[in-house]
């Protein structure tokens, strides 16, 4: 095992005037000793983490941290300053800096030792000796703490903050016991840092606290005997807690993580009164508890981030679940495209006409197997979208409003509206104060019910008829469009069918298309081939962003993308709504303009199509098929540079504000050196 922090990975010097630059300084000593293998990556995921939520603690520390793909191995790197950083923290700068870089799949062992670090940290006796020492070596083997796993673990037993920590059972011996729960975001130093906080200040309380830690070091749940035993709950947490169901019928305080670290004994006090007062808090699946005190006013994570945090976390949620529908679906209708030609997609059913020797019967078989598969996509979006928000019991609504969305030809877009309402109308009810008889029903029987009912009637009678009529709308729009203006036409194809990649936008310029087809003229075929030339694009853009830049792109992102080529290439435009649903403010506009570029440069060129799908399995059907197949690359070309200038810009910006700090701090070091 690789030793957490040596002497090169100490500043005792650290001259940065910002946090930024402070990151920036540590970093680059993590990259000098091969530990980091991207440092603007790095950096762009330490700022990630730090505005979820700022990682100053009171007492002069500052530990900004991440899990990052650009980790080699778990790395600590300790900074000095005499000036003091602004980290956030209420008390003012801090002095010492601990920047903790963990890998993406760290092991156990060494975030075991992370969290001892941040156990540590509440020790003044610890941090005094930081303060004191002179030598780098000897402040790094003071960091590392090198006692043995047994010593650990029984100290840990003795204080009571590990999991499995005995209960004193003698009588009289604990005149008051509370179980607890901390977490954090990335659940390496605050998690461990507040279980040490709460149970140094339960021993001076003369209070038994036993700490659940729910972070990435392991999740060991508290013996039920111990819950059981327990006369009140804390949860200091930034994240949701596991199975809180555990804890239900307990006086509970409910606080972000930080109050765990700076405010202990008043948690404990709090905890105290409630449990004097019998108050017992309503607690659910999903939500908070419905009873948290005033100590909620401390929450400075999940629950209060930025709503485009909290969006991105729900639409990611629902991202994840769909994409296995995406890849196996669109594949799938692919190949059935390869063997069997385009008209495939109209074969009778294969349960009533199969041939074994027949290879249409086979590319049949495949094509709707696939459509099967597609037909998921916007349930399974809606569905988890609502789980994100609010877990189990707003799955059923989920489901139900991305089935209907499909119902009422709401598309993708109606399934992003029917899963935030399922998650938003669950929420809602959670809320409301229920007997202790009808908790255990209420998760399996009353919200997916009265939930699934209000979620079906906004999305029939509320959503339905505004996208109904915009439809129709659009259509008469396009009709009153064509003819005379042919370029025009193709821009504004184009746009439609790359903004919602399958939803009502993109099926009116599709039907508009395809009903030219019924009596073709020649404007009708060069409508047609626009249509398909423009739905090629996303997925085809996103394919190639992931190939030439991929480090702007998660590891599940670069997977789709290599399904998205065979995708783009089939005519299957939903296989970019992974990207457009993880990052609509720059994929969909980057998108868009591809679109419309190739749809300009398709009617420009004359490009005609006599088949309503198929890819580039039906170039041979293809009026003109070289200026065809150009306008697609020009538009795939177009939407890529966009989305990598969008997305490096994003990632600039911290590296930007770390030069900026840097030289910041350059200057502040001018007039002690004349």
Same mark, same amino acid.
């Given at each position: 095992?690789?030793?957490?922090i040596t002497?090169?990975? *100490?500043?005792?010097?650290?001259?940065?005037?910002?946090?930024d630059?402070?990151?920036?300084?540590?970093a680059?000593?993590?990259?000098?000793a091969?530990?980091?293998?991207d440092?603007?990556?790095?950096l762009?995921?330490?700022?990630?983490?730090?505005?979820?939520?700022?990682?100053g603690?009171?007492?002069?520390?500052?530990i900004?941290?991440?899990?990052?793909?650009?980790v080699?191995?778990?790395?600590?790197?300790f900074?000095?300053?005499?000036a003091?950083?602004?980290?956030?923290?209420a008390?003012?700068?801090?002095?010492?800096?601990?920047?903790?870089?963990?890998?993406?799949?760290?092991?156990?062992?060494?975030?075991?030792?992370?969290?001892?670090?941040?156990?540590?940290?509440?020790?003044?006796e610890f941090?005094?000796?930081?303060r004191?020492?002179?030598?780098?070596?000897?402040?790094?083997?003071?960091?590392?703490?090198?006692?043995?796993?047994?010593?650990?673990?029984?100290?840990?037993?003795?204080?009571?903050?590990?999991?499995?920590?005995?209960t004193?059972?003698?009588?009289?011996?604990?005149?008051?016991?509370?179980?607890?729960?901390?977490?954090?975001p990335?659940?390496i130093?605050?998690?461990?840092?507040?279980?040490?906080?709460?149970a140094?200040?339960?021993r001076?309380?003369? *209070?038994?606290v036993?700490v659940?830690?729910?972070g990435?070091?392991?999740?060991?749940?508290?013996?039920?005997?111990?819950?059981?035993?327990?006369d009140?709950?804390i949860?200091?947490?930034d994240?949701?807690?596991?199975e809180?169901?555990?804890?239900?019928?307990?006086?509970?305080?409910?606080v972000?993580?930080?109050a765990g670290?700076?405010?202990?004994?008043?948690?404990?006090?709090?905890?105290?009164?409630?449990?004097?007062?019998?108050?017992?808090?309503?607690?659910?699946e999903?939500?908070?508890?419905?009873?948290?005190g005033?100590g909620?006013?401390?929450?400075?994570?999940?629950d209060?981030?930025?709503?485009?945090?909290?969006?991105?976390?729900?639409?990611?949620?629902?991202?994840s679940y769909?994409?296995?529908?995406v890849?196996?679906?669109?594949l799938?209708?692919a190949?059935?495209?390869?063997?069997?030609?385009?008209?495939?997609a109209?074969?009778?059913?294969?349960?009533?006409?199969f041939?074994?020797?027949?290879?249409?019967?086979w590319?049949?078989?495949l094509n709707?197997?696939?459509?099967?598969?597609f037909?998921?996509?916007?349930?399974?979006?809606?569905g988890?979208?609502?789980?994100?928000?609010?877990?189990?019991?707003?799955l059923?609504?989920?489901?139900?409003?991305?089935s209907?969305?499909l119902?009422?030809?709401?598309?993708?877009?109606?399934?992003?509206?029917?899963?935030?309402l399922?998650?938003a109308?669950v929420?809602?009810?959670?809320?409301?104060?229920?007997?202790a008889t009808?908790?255990?029903?209420?998760?399996?029987?009353?919200?997916?019910?009265?939930?699934?009912?209000?979620?079906?009637?906004?999305?029939?009678i509320v959503v339905?008829?505004p996208?109904?009529?915009?439809?129709n709308?659009?259509?008469d729009?396009?009709?009153?469009?064509?003819?005379?203006?042919?370029?025009?036409?193709?821009? *504004?194809?184009?746009?439609?069918m790359?903004?919602?990649?399958?939803g009502?936008?993109n099926?009116?310029?599709?039907?508009?298309?395809?009903?030219?087809?019924?009596?073709?003229?020649?404007?009708?075929l060069?409508?047609?081939?626009?249509?398909m030339?423009?739905g090629?694009?996303?997925p085809?853009?996103?394919?190639?962003?992931?190939?030439v830049?991929?480090?702007?792109?998660t590891?599940?992102?670069r997977?789709?993308?290599r399904?998205?080529?065979?995708?783009?290439?089939?005519?299957?435009?939903?296989?970019?709504?992974p990207?457009?649903?993880?990052?609509p403010?720059?994929?969909?506009?980057?998108?868009?303009?591809?679109?419309?570029?190739t749809?300009?440069?398709?009617?420009?060129?004359?490009?005609?199509?006599r088949?309503?799908?198929?890819?580039?399995?039906?170039?041979?059907?293809?009026?003109?098929?070289?200026?065809?197949?150009?306008a697609?690359?020009?538009?795939?070309?177009?939407?890529?540079?966009?989305?990598?200038?969008?997305k490096?810009?994003?990632?600039?910006a911290?590296?930007?504000?770390?030069?900026?700090?840097?030289?910041g701090?350059?200057?502040?070091?001018?007039? *002690?050196?004349?």
């Open positions: 095992m690789s030793e957490l002497a090169e990975l *100490v500043d005792l010097d650290l001259s940065a005037a910002t946090k630059a402070a990151a920036r300084s540590l680059e000593r993590m990259v000098a091969h530990r980091v293998t440092l603007g990556g790095f762009a995921d330490v700022a990630a983490r730090e505005a979820q939520m700022p990682t603690l009171d007492g002069g520390i500052g900004p941290h991440c899990r990052s793909e650009h080699n191995v778990p790395t600590l790197a900074g000095r300053s005499a003091g950083i602004d980290f956030g923290a008390d003012g700068p801090a002095d010492l800096v601990f920047l903790i870089a963990a890998p993406a799949g760290a092991d156990d062992d060494h975030l075991t030792i992370l969290s001892g670090l941040a156990r540590r940290l509440m020790d003044p941090t005094a000796a930081l004191a020492g002179t030598d780098p070596a000897a402040v790094a083997a003071l960091i590392r703490g090198e006692e043995p796993a047994e010593e650990r673990v029984a100290e840990e037993k003795e204080e009571g903050t590990a999991p499995e920590a005995e004193a059972e003698a009588a009289g011996s604990v005149p008051f016991r509370i179980v607890a729960v901390t977490s954090c990335t659940g130093a605050h998690t461990y840092m507040a279980a040490e906080s709460l140094a200040a339960g001076a309380e003369g *209070v038994e036993t659940e830690t729910q990435s070091g392991g999740f060991k749940k508290l013996d039920p005997a111990v819950i059981a035993a327990a009140a709950v949860w200091a947490h994240v949701e807690v596991r809180k169901t555990r804890f239900r019928g307990k006086p509970l305080v409910d972000g993580v930080k670290i700076n405010r202990p004994a008043e948690l404990i006090a709090e905890a105290r009164r409630k449990a004097e007062r019998g108050e017992v808090a309503a607690v659910s999903a939500g908070r508890g419905k009873d948290s005033d909620d006013a401390d929450r400075s994570g999940a209060h981030a930025h709503f485009g945090v909290r969006l991105r976390t729900y639409l990611m949620s629902g991202v769909m994409v296995p529908f890849a196996a679906g669109g799938l209708i190949l059935s495209f390869a063997i069997g030609g385009y008209e495939i109209s074969a009778k059913s294969v349960a009533d006409h041939v074994w020797g027949e290879a249409d019967s590319a049949a078989l709707q197997i696939g459509s099967a598969a037909a998921f996509l916007v349930p399974v979006l809606a988890y979208i609502a789980y994100g928000m609010a877990d189990r019991p707003a059923v609504p989920g489901f139900v409003g991305g209907i969305a119902t009422v030809n709401a598309g993708f877009l109606g399934g992003l509206v029917a899963g935030l399922a998650g109308v929420m809602a009810i959670q809320r409301v104060p229920v007997h009808l908790r255990g029903i209420m998760p399996v029987l009353v919200i997916p019910l009265i939930a699934s009912a209000v979620v079906g009637f906004l999305m029939f339905g008829k996208i109904a009529s915009l439809q709308a659009l259509t729009w396009l009709n009153g469009l064509s003819g005379s203006n042919a370029v025009i036409l193709g821009v *504004v194809l184009g746009l439609m790359c903004f919602d990649m399958g009502p936008l099926k009116v310029a599709y039907a508009f298309a395809v009903g030219g087809l019924a009596d073709p003229t020649d404007g009708s060069k409508v047609m081939a626009a249509v030339a423009a090629m694009v996303p085809l853009a996103m394919a190639l962003a992931t190939t830049r991929k480090k702007l792109f590891k599940t992102e997977e789709n993308g399904a998205a080529w065979v995708l783009g290439a089939s005519f299957i435009t939903e296989g970019a709504i990207f457009a649903a993880a990052d403010l720059r994929v969909i506009p980057s998108v868009m303009a591809g679109g419309a570029v749809g300009a440069l398709s009617m420009a060129f004359g490009a005609t199509l088949a309503p799908h198929g890819g580039v399995f039906v170039v041979p059907l293809i009026g003109e098929p070289f200026l065809y197949l150009l697609i690359a020009a538009g795939t070309l177009v939407a890529t540079a966009l989305v990598v200038l969008l490096g810009a994003r990632r600039a911290p590296d930007a504000a770390g030069e900026a700090g840097a030289a701090s350059d200057d502040s070091r001018v007039p *002690v050196a004349a």
